[in-house]
């Protein structure tokens, strides 16, 4: 499976934006992209998720590397409700329902 | 629209004792998993499946059973509890494409052995 490397923690000021950073060097091209995220005392939460072309919906943007290497969540402006810890997974169209590894993700929070 | 349910949300247990965490989704959903988060961990996956009748083993199965025996329900088995299985329990489920899988997550199991 291939795995994916991302920063422990992270910082942020309120209402300014957030990249959260995610490396997969070893991501295939049948491997999407997804983010979770989990805050305090909850289950984890769908964020967004892309193949190739950056996304964008009510949440957050997902820019994506032109070599698919590694990709990049965007929080247009931070509130103090994003403070969470953030994982990015990929998820194998060939292997459907197999195995989804989550890593340690990013913690991160964010100042008033 | 209920989403992914677990119970119970909190239970104790002692050493050996045995018990069942029990999930349920009503997404028809074909795939369900479930995790494990000890304090200030990520999440490790315990056992998964894509369908009923058809269960896998994830990266920490050992303790645990599973069985899918309908698309709706995906239980967890502890045998014999040992305290090393103290945990934060999380069901999961999504649709089989994983191009449009999102996984929906329950509220958790919070779990105690003495």
């Known amino acids: 499976d291939a795995k994916t490397t991302q920063p422990n923690s992270m910082e942020s000021n309120e209402e300014e934006p957030v990249h959260l950073p995610c490396n997969h060097s070893t991501i295939s091209g049948t491997d999407y992209i997804h983010w979770y995220r989990q805050l305090p005392s909850q289950g984890p939460e769908y964020v967004i998720h892309?193949?190739?072309s950056n996304v964008n919906n009510r949440m957050a943007s997902l820019a994506i590397a032109e070599d698919r290497k590694s990709s990049t969540l965007i929080l247009h402006r931070a509130t103090l409700r994003d403070a969470a810890v953030y994982y990015c997974i990929l998820r194998d169209v060939h292997n459907q329902g197999g195995k989804l590894i989550f890593g340690q993700g990013t913690e991160l929070s964010v100042k008033p | 629209n209920a989403g992914v349910t677990q119970t119970p949300k909190f239970q104790v247990l002692k050493t050996g004792q045995s018990m069942t965490l029990q999930c349920a989704q009503d997404m028809n959903h074909e795939y369900m998993s479930w995790y494990r988060q000890d304090p200030g961990m990520g999440l490790r996956l315990i056992h998964y499946s894509v369908g009923a009748g058809i269960t896998d083993q994830g990266e920490v199965p050992n303790g645990y059973n599973v069985s899918r025996s309908t698309t709706e329900d995906f239980p967890l088995r502890l045998l014999s509890a040992a305290p090393s299985q103290t945990s934060v329990y999380f069901c999961?489920?999504?649709?089989?494409?994983?191009?449009?899988?999102?996984?929906?997550f329950g509220e958790g199991s919070r779990l105690t052995v003495l």
């Open positions: 892309g193949l190739t």
């Open positions: 999961a489920s999504s649709y089989f494409r994983v191009d449009t899988g999102e996984l929906f």
